[in-house]
Each structure stands twice: as C-alpha cells, then as structure tokens.
C-alpha cells in the first residue's frame, strides 16, 4: 500500500468544473475589474481620434505617338510622383502655415496617409486627428497646397492634379471602444481562472476522501461534516 | 469539532471550543449524527473479530478536533449498549474533563503516583453514558507515565471490563507521546481534518506510525465544509438534515 | 457604589501602612460616594506580612475605629489571591466575604493559563474574579472571552479605566469596555499618595461612553452580589 504515496495527478473535467465553481466570486470579480479597468482606458484616458480624406485625380496625358508600354511606366512614375509631392515638406510647410498648426512637417506627416492605387488615377489624401474639424481641414489644405505648387513648379503635373472631393469632418476611427472593454473581460476572466487554478495546485491539504484513501491506501471510516453548537448555553454564576 | 468561526461569531467574540456540547446527543438526527453512525458501522466491519478493544486516536496536528470527535463516537457506542471508557492520555493538553465539565484533578497521574485508587479513578457520566478517566494534575514526566507498567496493566485491566477503551492522545508530530501509547493499543484510528494539516505534514506523521510498526485501523475525514460540496460523496447535503 | 478591589487593611501588605492611613483612605472613598468597601489584602504573594488570622484581627479593630470616627460605610473581609500553580490552598478561606467569589491575581507578562485555572476552580464550585485583568499581556480580545465562557468575572482597575495606567498595553482597555467584558471597576488602591482611592473619578470619566445600566453593573450591582 506504501506504493501511492504519491498522489495520483489525474484529474477529471468534473473538478476542474468544481475548482472554477468554487472559485466564482474571484474569478468574477477579476474578469469585471479588469473589464472596467480598460473601459475606463479606453472611455476616459485614451483621446478619440478622427479621420477625413478626400481623393484627387492625377490626368495622365495620353501621347498617341508613344508606345502603350512607355505610356504605362510614365503614367505610374506621374502617379508616384504626385503622391510623394503631395507629402512633402514644402508642401506641408505651407499647410502648417495657412492653418497655423501646432505642428511640424514631420508630425503632420505621421497624421497623413497618401495612397495610390495600380488600377486607377486616384490618390486617397487622409489625416488622423484628435479632432475632427482639423482632420478635415487639414485635408482639404494638404491638397490645396499640393495642387498649388504642382500648378506653379511642376511641369509634367501642371494642372493635372484635379481635386475630385471636398474632405469631410473627422469619422471616428479609433479607440475601438467596445473591444477594449471585450479584450479587458476577456484578460480578466483568464487571469481569474488562472489564479483559481494556481491556488488549487498548490492546496496541498487533503479535501476529499478519495484523496485521503488514495494517498494512504488505508480505509477512510467515515467523513464527519463541521457542525453548529445549536443553543448557546451561557454558564451560570451560581 | 471545531466550527469554523462564521463572521456572526466574529463579531459577538464567542469563542468556539464547546466540548460539554455533544452534536450527536443534542441533534441525533441530523447528517452529522449519521455520518458518525457510519463510522461505527466501517469500524465494525474492520472489527469483526472483535480483536480490536482498545482504540488509540491521533492526528497530525493539535487541535483538529480529536476530542470532539472522540467524545460524539462514543457516546454513539454507550447509546448502543456497548461499555465503553475515555482515557485522556493527552497528558499535555488535556481536554478530556471539559467534555463532561470537571475540573482536572484526581485523575491518571494520581492513579498512577499512588496518591489515588482506582475505584475513584474511573469515573461515570450519566449524560454521556460511558466511563471515563481524565489525566489529573499536569506532569512534566510525561514518557514516565505513558511507559509506566501500572499503566499498561491499567489499560489491560479495563480492556477486560470494557467492550472498547478509547484513548485520547496528542498529535503525531508535535511529540511522540502518541508513539508510546500505540504499544498500549490495539489499533490506532488516524483523524484528517480537511483543509488543516498540510498532505506533506499528514504523510509523514501517518509514516512515523507505520514504521513503528503501528496498527492503523483507518483514517477519518473531519471537520468538513458541506458547502464547497467536496467531501467526496459526489452529492451536495446542507447539514440540516431534520431538525 | 461597590470597591471590590482595595488594599486598605493596615499593616498587612503593600497597602495601608497603619490604621490612620486606613480611616483617611475609607474617608476618601466614602466621600467619593462609595457604600461598601471589601478589603483584599495581598495572599500568597511576596508582599504578604500577615496571617489569614491576623487579618480577621485587623479587620475587625478596623471596623470598631471606623464606626467611631463616624464613618458611615459598609467593611468586608476578601483578599487578593496570587495563583501559585504548585500549591493547593483551601481557597474557601480566601474568599470574598465567605461567598464563593474568589479574587485572582497571576503573572502579568508570565504567560499563564488563566482560563484553565478559572475552569478548575468554577468546576469546584467557585466563582473566580480575575483581578485588575488589563494587565495581562499575553492576553488576547478571544482569551477574555475564554475565561468568561469557563465561569469567570473580570475586574478592571479604575485607574487604567481612566487611562492613567502606562504599563497596559495600547488599546486593551477601550475594547474590554466597549465589548462589556469587564465586570467590576475596582480601585486596588493602596495608600493615599500614590494609590488613591477614585472610584468616583473613573464612575464620571466613563459616564458619557458607556451604557448607562452597564456602567450601573460594574459600578454597584454586580459587586453587590457579593455583599449579600
């Protein structure tokens, strides 16, 4: 019998079910700590950041006397070109300028996100801000400058970036509130778990007859529940 | 057994130890009653030859409610007929005389110095049912007692007289008091209580015992919490069985 | 109101040096509004001068000069037992006033084992008070409570009550009061100098935070028991 001294480490789904069961009132309140914690965050800490863009759209003259593949790379570099015009310093400087922002190049330029697309002549202009009329403003200016100074200093784009839409105010773009709350649930409620389950691998008393008889392999008699004294009795002074 | 202190306790300061308080006397129909009823039974079985009269209890730590228990087991035994004597050889900290509220004296350890007879020695309590004897006035040659021949022809005396002689002692790993008695017993009943004694703590004292060659007749699950559902049974009771 | 607790008998221990110093001090408590005195000279203690006989001797010139002088205030007989674990004295013969109360004094930094000696003794019948039990350091709110389960009454100086007593240790004497667990405010008073009787001072000093029948208990009707 001496052979179990060790104890048996298989457990069944059924404690693991009672260890979570027993374990409620922590893991519950961790899961909805955490939770509030990062909504929290993400209602009152983290700033709301807004996004506007509006699209241009650079005309690639078409020169009948050229081949088509000629015309293909040239139209890509113009197009190449008018994004990286629109992003650069002497650009921004100018908008910095019209709008005295509070602002340099290169911060504008984190904000600003200029894409051009294979398939097409349009370019994305857009900006991220913490508020949503400067989004939009910035935008609308960033283009403006751009279009000026391609009109003014740049033949092959000279009035061939066209603005096609006006920016709009800033649309909410991030936090993503709602799923920070989830992710916080979701952290709490794993951590709770896992302090229950840390906490019961290192009870080491013995909680059960099973236990008791496994460990020993000698007969468990009996299991005698706690019990309340029912009536107080006071001593009397004789 | 020792209750759990509940926070309403906590707050009134009552303190928790009420050995005179008998649950299987005051509720006998309740599941704890019925819990020590079983207990009987498993130890009869184990007992069928009857070769097993005197019963030493032990634990592995002080205060994990031997004499509570001890004192609802038999008077459990008295209630069915048997005869039965307590001996308090917890001669350190004896608790014996608060189950049947007397004071400690004129008890083993005058017996044993020759200063009492044995007529007075064992005494009745009609409450409870059953003999007993308590230790007397605290000694600090404790080993004297517990391996003075006039105890073990004590022990063999009553054993004649009695259907069980159950023994109180102190916990395994404190002293080895509870090793000293075993030579006296016939069989040792260990108590666990549940979320007491740490299973390291429990293993080592249950060792100590076997390897001195020690008869365990079988271990008891005590002071169990009914409301984390975990005492093996697999079914939930409230404790209020039947008022 | 009642004292208890006083050591007022002359000549007898560390208390009351001669009988003037004894009437001033009855005196004083009477002035104070206290009824009924009972005198708890030191026992088994090293400050022990006297007899258990010379006791009831000293008693009873006392009262003789006490009547005399015109003192209109109540005597009885007790003592102050010192607990000595090894003996086993007849402690009806220390009681208080022939009743069955007993007042105890043990170690105050020795630990001892207060409540089973208050077991020991309530299962023999007595009933033991535990004097000036604020001074026990090794005890803690749950031991107060366990000597009061076992059978036994606590008694509080009243100069600790007041908070005048340094060697208590912080906090021990509100919460006694406030969870009722004391019994009798006595004055263990002395002599006249250091250790005077002021019954009176703490009875005022605790009206206003305690339960007015509580403070009525410990003051008067608890300790009238005793005199009965």
Same mark, same amino acid.
């Given at each position: 019998?001496?052979?179990?001294?060790?104890?048996?480490?298989?457990?069944?789904?059924?404690?693991?079910?009672?260890?979570?069961?027993?374990?409620?009132?922590?893991?519950?309140?961790?899961?909805?700590?955490?939770?509030?914690?990062?909504?929290?965050?993400?209602?009152?800490?983290?700033?709301?950041?807004?996004?506007?863009?509006?699209?241009?759209?650079?005309?690639?003259?078409?020169?009948?006397?050229?081949?088509?593949?000629?015309?293909?790379?040239?139209?890509?570099?113009?197009?190449?070109?008018?994004?990286?015009?629109?992003?650069?310093?002497?650009?921004?400087?100018?908008?910095?300028?019209?709008?005295?922002?509070?602002?340099?190049?290169?911060?504008?330029?984190?904000?600003?996100?200029?894409?051009?697309?294979?398939?097409?002549?349009?370019?994305?202009?857009?900006?991220?801000?913490?508020?949503?009329?400067?989004?939009?403003?910035?935008?609308?200016?960033?283009?403006?400058?751009?279009?000026?100074?391609?009109?003014?200093?740049?033949?092959?784009?000279?009035?061939?970036?066209?603005?096609?839409?006006?920016?709009?105010?800033?649309?909410?773009?991030?936090?993503?509130?709602?799923?920070?709350?989830?992710?916080?649930?979701?952290?709490?409620?794993?951590?709770?778990?896992?302090?229950?389950?840390?906490?019961?691998?290192?009870?080491?008393?013995?909680?059960?007859?099973?236990?008791?008889?496994?460990?020993?392999?000698?007969?468990?008699?009996?299991?005698?529940?706690?019990?309340?004294?029912?009536?107080?009795?006071?001593?009397?002074?004789? | 057994?020792?209750?759990?202190?509940?926070?309403?306790?906590?707050?009134?300061?009552?303190?928790?130890?009420?050995?005179?308080?008998?649950?299987?006397?005051?509720?006998?129909?309740?599941?704890?009653?019925?819990?020590?009823?079983?207990?009987?039974?498993?130890?009869?079985?184990?007992?069928?030859?009857?070769?097993?009269?005197?019963?030493?209890?032990?634990?592995?730590?002080?205060?994990?409610?031997?004499?509570?228990?001890?004192?609802?087991?038999?008077?459990?035994?008295?209630?069915?007929?048997?005869?039965?004597?307590?001996?308090?050889?917890?001669?350190?900290?004896?608790?014996?005389?608060?189950?049947?509220?007397?004071?400690?004296?004129?008890?083993?350890?005058?017996?044993?110095?020759?200063?009492?007879?044995?007529?007075?020695?064992?005494?009745?309590?009609?409450?409870?049912?059953?003999?007993?004897?308590?230790?007397?006035?605290?000694?600090?040659?404790?080993?004297?007692?517990?391996?003075?021949?006039?105890?073990?022809?004590?022990?063999?005396?009553?054993?004649?007289?009695?259907?069980?002689?159950?023994?109180?002692?102190?916990?395994?790993?404190?002293?080895?008091?509870?090793?000293?008695?075993?030579?006296?017993?016939?069989?040792?009943?260990?108590?666990?209580?549940?979320?007491?004694?740490?299973?390291?703590?429990?293993?080592?004292?249950?060792?100590?015992?076997?390897?001195?060659?020690?008869?365990?007749?079988?271990?008891?699950?005590?002071?169990?919490?009914?409301?984390?559902?975990?005492?093996?049974?697999?079914?939930?009771?409230?404790?209020?069985?039947?008022? | 109101?009642?004292?208890?607790?006083?050591?007022?008998?002359?000549?007898?221990?560390?208390?009351?040096?001669?009988?003037?110093?004894?009437?001033?001090?009855?005196?004083?408590?009477?002035?104070?509004?206290?009824?009924?005195?009972?005198?708890?000279?030191?026992?088994?203690?090293?400050?022990?001068?006297?007899?258990?006989?010379?006791?009831?001797?000293?008693?009873?010139?006392?009262?003789?000069?006490?009547?005399?002088?015109?003192?209109?205030?109540?005597?009885?007989?007790?003592?102050?037992?010192?607990?000595?674990?090894?003996?086993?004295?007849?402690?009806?013969?220390?009681?208080?006033?022939?009743? =069955?109360?007993? &007042?105890?004094? #043990?170690?105050?930094?020795?630990?001892?084992? /207060?409540?089973?000696? *208050?077991?020991? %003794?309530?299962?023999?019948?007595?009933?033991?008070?535990?004097?000036?039990?604020?001074?026990?350091?090794?005890?803690?709110?749950?031991?107060?409570?366990?000597?009061?389960?076992?059978?036994?009454?606590?008694?509080?100086?009243?100069?600790?009550?007041?908070?005048?007593?340094?060697?208590?240790?912080?906090?021990?004497?509100?919460?006694?009061? =406030?969870?009722? &667990?004391?019994? #009798?405010?006595?004055?263990?008073?002395?002599? /006249?100098?250091?250790? *005077?009787?002021? %019954?009176?001072?703490?009875?005022?000093?605790?009206?206003?935070?305690?339960?007015?029948?509580?403070?009525?208990?410990?003051?008067?009707?608890?300790?009238?028991?005793?005199?009965?």
């Amino acid at each position: 019998m001496n052979e179990q001294l060790e104890q048996t480490n298989e457990i069944s789904l059924v404690d693991l079910f009672k260890i979570l069961r027993n374990n409620i009132v922590l893991i519950t309140v961790l899961t909805l700590l955490i939770g509030l914690i990062a909504a929290l965050y993400a209602f009152l800490i983290v700033d709301p950041t807004y996004k506007s863009n509006a699209y241009v759209l650079v005309q690639v003259q078409n020169d009948p006397s050229s081949s088509t593949d000629f015309d293909l790379i040239n139209a890509q570099r113009l197009l190449a070109t008018a994004a990286d015009l629109i992003s650069m310093p002497v650009v921004l400087e100018k908008v910095i300028d019209d709008l005295s922002l509070d602002l340099t190049p290169t911060q504008l330029k984190d904000g600003l996100t200029v894409t051009s697309s294979n398939t097409s002549y349009f370019i994305n202009v857009s900006f991220i801000s913490d508020d949503l009329i400067e989004s939009k403003e910035i935008v609308n200016a960033v283009i403006d400058a751009a279009i000026d100074f391609a009109d003014n200093n740049v033949a092959i784009l000279e009035d061939n970036i066209i603005r096609t839409s006006f920016a709009k105010d800033g649309v909410y773009e991030a936090p993503n509130k709602p799923l920070y709350v989830i992710i916080g649930l979701l952290l709490g409620g794993i951590l709770g778990v896992g302090i229950a389950f840390i906490k019961e691998m290192f009870n080491n008393t013995f909680r059960t007859k099973d236990q008791l008889e496994a460990a020993f392999g000698i007969q468990v008699l009996g299991v005698i529940p706690q019990f309340q004294v029912k009536e107080a009795k006071k001593h009397e002074a004789k | 057994m020792k209750r759990n202190k509940t926070i309403n306790e906590l707050f009134n300061g009552e303190p928790i130890e009420r050995y005179d308080y008998l649950v299987t006397k005051e509720q006998p129909l309740s599941y704890v009653s019925e819990s020590f009823q079983k207990v009987i039974i498993n130890l009869d079985y184990a007992n069928i030859d009857g070769n097993f009269k005197v019963i030493q209890f032990t634990s592995t730590l002080a205060s994990e409610g031997k004499t509570t228990f001890i004192s609802n087991f038999s008077y459990l035994l008295g209630q069915k007929g048997k005869k039965v004597c307590f001996v308090d050889l917890d001669l350190r900290k004896p608790k014996l005389h608060r189950v049947f509220n007397v004071t400690n004296r004129q008890g083993l350890n005058d017996y044993l110095s020759g200063k009492l007879e044995i007529k007075d020695l064992v005494r009745h309590s009609d409450e409870v049912g059953i003999d007993y004897i308590i230790s007397g006035e605290k000694t600090s040659a404790v080993v004297n007692v517990l391996e003075a021949k006039k105890l073990h022809d004590l022990i063999q005396n009553l054993k004649e007289k009695y259907d069980y002689v159950l023994l109180d002692t102190p916990p395994v790993i404190a002293v080895s008091d509870a090793l000293y008695v075993a030579k006296l017993a016939d069989g040792v009943i260990f108590l666990v209580a549940q979320n007491i004694a740490r299973k390291t703590l429990v293993k080592e004292a249950i060792q100590t015992l076997q390897n001195n060659k020690v008869k365990i007749l079988g271990t008891v699950l005590i002071q169990v919490n009914l409301k984390t559902g975990e005492y093996g049974y697999g079914y939930d009771y409230s404790y209020k069985y039947e008022e | 109101m009642i004292d208890i607790h006083c050591h007022i008998l002359p000549e007898v221990d560390d208390g009351s040096p001669s009988l003037e110093h004894s009437l001033i001090m009855l005196q004083k408590q009477k002035n104070d509004g206290v009824t009924a005195v009972i005198l708890t000279p030191h026992v088994q203690s090293r400050v022990q001068t006297a007899t258990l006989e010379e006791h009831q001797e000293k008693f009873k010139v006392l009262k003789e000069k006490t009547k005399q002088r015109g003192i209109d205030i109540d005597l009885y007989l007790g003592a102050e037992v010192f607990y000595r674990g090894h003996l086993d004295p007849d402690y009806q013969t220390m009681a208080m006033n022939g009743t =069955k109360y007993v &007042l105890l004094e #043990f170690p105050p930094a020795l630990p001892t084992p /207060i409540e089973e000696v *208050v077991y020991d %003794l309530s299962r023999r019948g007595f009933i033991p008070i535990v004097a000036h039990v604020e001074r026990y350091e090794y005890l803690s709110l749950d031991d107060y409570h366990g000597i009061k389960q076992s059978g036994g009454l606590l008694q509080m100086n009243a100069s600790a009550a007041m908070n005048q007593d340094h060697k208590v240790r912080k906090g021990i004497v509100p919460k006694l009061l =406030k969870n009722e &667990l004391i019994d #009798f405010i006595a004055t263990d008073s002395h002599n /006249i100098m250091t250790r *005077v009787p002021n %019954l009176k001072l703490a009875y005022d000093y605790l009206k206003g935070s305690l339960r007015p029948e509580y403070l009525e208990q410990i003051f008067y009707t608890n300790a009238k028991k005793l005199i009965e």
